[in-house]
């Protein structure tokens, strides 16, 4: 049997979870394959009957058919329209304001909607509107505006566009209807400030072109023939560091040359406080956002405002009293006034910060909790909660994770979490890698594996139990390498599971992705993977995880 045909019956053993027809292994298409060079975690696998938007992603172990479309459903969706927001309180749904005027108004009650695009979803951090430089209202009172309306064309990249940098990048699905009867350009959502788009198909079928702006707000433009709803299905990606990362060495001030300077009377409020915080420009980058998530991730939520001096900002800032868009209003003038690159961003539902590192690490999202506890998240039903393999870096005080236990007992809301992806375990057994030649497969007959352990982080998942069938093999660098096993949970096996197959080096201080296969229906899974040619001569250890799913907790075969 050839590599090719080889390959391809992996290929076809995927796409029959998705109930696709057999392959011609000859010279049919080939039906997926991975976006390439996505460094040491290859983010998601993209299946394609070859048209130029695939029929589905793998994520996190699970299998994402691209979205339906169909007319609007305004009790799930709401439309994107060219008319501006309000700019009072929290955004309105569909629209974006220029600009954010701070009220005293600290507490939500009742349910607020927010209104699903993104899959794996990320409720409640759609991007709408982010703000990134502070004016004053005539009556005096700092406001958070838009640096520039200048905007830049974004191109659609393709589905297996390489990524742009080493980090790696999590796929999203987007389906979200644009209303062009105010205009013809329209607020279009963001996943983060430096996602891309893959592919966009529109329906019906009309010539779109995109753009953004200084704060990496998204635009949607469209002809003038365009009718008034226009559907449009997306793919896009963004860095996965965006959702959590360590924090970086280096000065507060690092991007200040990027950050709009704050008008005197705002400048001379933000320092003040900020000396109340211990902090000034001189402070190390990481110490100032620590300090500045503790302070405004403790606010209470209060029917009581902070006492009123005249100085909003001031105010709601040491009264320690607000929801969501009180705690990002003063974080951001905060870091701002420090010489911080850092943006008030929100949607009908929720408000929170994001920061640009030091150095070329790129953004992060800081939420600072306040979210509402009775959140509706319309058109969310079977869609799974994207689960980034990343850490929150930040402090978690009290009074921020009790906000979200309660969150979580009303709509299931919860906060930004360490990693529940694979964790570090130990794999199966050793492999041998020599210089060339032929490959052997050495070992005892193939046997199933002990069980595997749930991985930290997996909260009250179901145990996962994954094996591997052969336990040592002899392989030649370049050569392929056959790794089969299956998955089990409760007695039962578990289909359209992800299942990822690595080398760890012999000291252990790296990995090699080999490659991701998903169980059939009878939960095994085979996958055949390509040795890197350039791998030392060595003893590797191989490792055989799945991150689980959304009621499965990761696992490793040991």
């Not at 691209?66 to 927001?85: F, I, K, T, V, Y």
């Not at 220029?98 to 979803?121: A, C, K, Q, S």
């Not at 209303?179 to 529109?202: I, K, N, Q, W, Y």
């Not at 003893?539 to 799913?549: A, E, F, I, T």
């Amino acid at each position: 049997m050839t590599p090719r045909r080889r390959a391809l019956m992996l290929t076809s053993a995927l796409l029959g979870l998705l109930g696709f027809a057999a392959l011609a292994f000859a010279d049919g298409p080939t039906l997926h394959e991975f976006v390439p060079d996505l460094g040491a975690d290859e983010g998601a696998l993209v299946m394609s009957s070859g048209g130029e938007t695939p029929d589905a992603i793998v994520s996190q172990g699970e299998v994402l058919p691209a979205p339906e479309g169909g007319p609007l459903d305004r009790n799930s969706e709401a439309p994107m329209a060219a008319g501006e927001g309000d700019s009072v309180r929290q955004e309105e749904a569909g629209r974006r304001s220029p600009d954010f005027r701070p009220d005293r108004v600290t507490e939500l009650n009742g349910t607020v909607g927010y209104f699903t695009v993104f899959t794996p979803t990320i409720a409640p951090f759609k991007r709408v509107t982010a703000l990134d430089a502070v004016t004053l209202a005539r009556d005096g009172t700092p406001i958070l505006s838009g640096a520039s309306a200048t905007r830049v064309p974004v191109e659609v990249l393709g589905a297996h566009a390489p990524p742009p940098d080493e980090r790696p990048r999590d796929r999203f699905w987007g389906n979200v209807v644009l209303d062009f009867s105010e205009g013809r350009t329209v607020p279009f959502p963001s996943v983060a400030p430096d996602a891309r788009l893959l592919t966009v198909d529109a329906d019906p079928s009309v010539r779109l072109t995109f753009s953004k702006d200084s704060a990496d707000n998204f635009f949607a433009t469209a002809g003038p023939d365009a009718p008034r709803y226009v559907r449009v299905i997306f793919l896009t990606d963004a860095p996965r560091t965006y959702f959590g990362q360590p924090i970086p060495a280096g000065p507060v001030t690092f991007h200040a040359d990027q950050t709009p300077a704050l008008p005197a009377s705002v400048q001379r409020d933000a320092s003040l406080f900020a000396a109340e915080l211990g902090l000034s420009r001189d402070s190390e980058f990481g110490q100032a956002l620590r300090a500045l998530a503790t302070h405004f991730r403790s606010f209470e939520e209060s029917s009581e405002p902070p006492r009123d001096t005249g100085r909003i900002y001031l105010d709601l800032s040491r009264g320690k009293r607000g929801i969501c868009r009180h705690r990002a209003y003063g974080f951001v003038i905060t870091a701002i006034g420090l010489g911080m690159h850092a943006r008030f961003v929100q949607n009908e539902a929720h408000a929170w910060a994001e920061v640009e590192l030091p150095g070329d690490a790129g953004w992060l999202r800081v939420d600072l909790g306040g979210a509402a506890t009775g959140l509706e998240a319309r058109g969310a039903e079977n869609r799974p909660p994207h689960r980034p393999d990343v850490t929150d870096p930040l402090p978690r005080p009290e009074a921020y994770e009790r906000a979200y236990e309660e969150a979580a007992q009303m709509s299931g809301l919860r906060a930004p979490e360490p990693g529940e992806g694979g964790g570090e375990g130990q794999g199966g057994g050793a492999s041998g890698v020599g210089e060339d030649g032929d490959s052997e497969l050495s070992g005892a007959a193939p046997s199933e594996g002990p069980s595997a352990q749930p991985q930290p982080g997996s909260g009250a998942r179901r145990p996962l139990t994954l094996t591997v069938d052969r336990r040592a093999f002899e392989v030649f660098r370049g050569r392929e390498l056959e790794v089969t096993g299956g998955a089990r949970s409760g007695g039962g096996a578990v289909a359209g599971l992800r299942v990822e197959a690595l080398l760890r080096a012999p000291r252990g201080d790296r990995e090699w992705l080999l490659g991701v296969t998903v169980t059939d229906e009878n939960g095994r899974y085979r996958g055949v993977y390509g040795v890197p040619p350039d791998l030392p001569v060595g003893d590797y250890q191989l490792l055989v995880r799945s991150p689980g799913n959304r009621e499965l907790s990761a696992a490793t075969a040991r």
